[in-house]
């Protein structure tokens, strides 16, 4: 039963640390997504990846998120440094096309 | 832009059919999308029906598209409790991955 992996799954930080968050895709897609999920904004496009190339990262604030694709089995996205508004469930998603993504469980961000 | 508005919450009994709601702006969207989300659980990929297609059936699923007026519709048959969740409709744009959300309907099914 092939599945999006995620971890942490639960993360506390205080303000000002570093998080990174780490997504490993379905076995032979090559479509990566990550999405961030509040009650204010509901689901939001952060960035994403074909072939481990950034195609789109316009949804994420650039001066303290960074995500990369170091393998074809590893996606990460980093907040340096977290503040309190970046507490949501950030959710990453994988695809072998860009029409099917099937949904990791999420990491759930609390910073204080 | 581009919007994706659904109703909040709907409330049916264990063996009604339920319907879903949405409606979108975005005339170039290619594909629509269903996706339920239990609770502290990631979204699945219910189904998902091509732009030029009306309808499409899928055991207890019935999605309807009418293009003309941008209103999308999932229908449950013979609803179970365990479909109780958030249903989350969604549109994507031409050729990008691009998926835009509505805000979610919360199904409750009432035993």
């Known amino acids: 039963d092939a599945r999006v992996t995620q971890t942490p799954r639960h993360k506390v930080t205080e303000m000002g640390q570093e998080v990174t968050m780490r997504c490993q895709p379905i076995?032979?897609?090559?479509?990566v997504f990550w999405y961030r999920q509040t009650m204010m904004q509901g689901l939001e496009l952060l960035a994403y990846?074909?072939?481990?190339?950034?195609?789109?990262d316009s949804g994420m604030p650039k001066d303290r998120f960074s995500a990369e694709m170091p393998d074809a089995t590893l996606a990460t996205l980093k907040i340096q440094p977290s503040e309190p508004r970046d507490s949501a469930v950030y959710f990453c998603?994988?695809?072998?096309?860009?029409?099917?993504?099937?949904f990791g469980p999420g990491t759930r961000l609390t910073v204080t | 832009g581009e919007d994706v508005e659904q109703s909040l919450f709907l409330s049916v009994r264990e063996g009604d059919s339920s319907v879903i709601n949405c409606t979108y702006t975005d005339s170039s969207s290619t594909y629509l999308y269903w996706y339920k989300q239990e609770p502290g659980a990631g979204l699945q990929l219910l189904t998902y029906i091509f732009s030029n297609m009306d309808m499409k059936q899928d055991q207890r699923l019935t999605v309807l598209l009418n293009k003309k007026d941008k209103h999308l519709s999932l229908r449950i048959a013979d609803t179970q409790t365990g479909d109780s969740a958030i249903y989350f409709c969604a549109e994507r744009s031409g050729n990008t991955g691009k998926l835009i959300f509505g805000q979610g309907t919360t199904l409750q099914v009432k035993p």
């Open positions: 076995l032979g897609h090559n479509t």
């Open positions: 990846f074909r072939n481990r190339a950034p195609l789109d």
């Open positions: 998603a994988s695809g072998l096309v860009e029409r099917e993504q099937y």
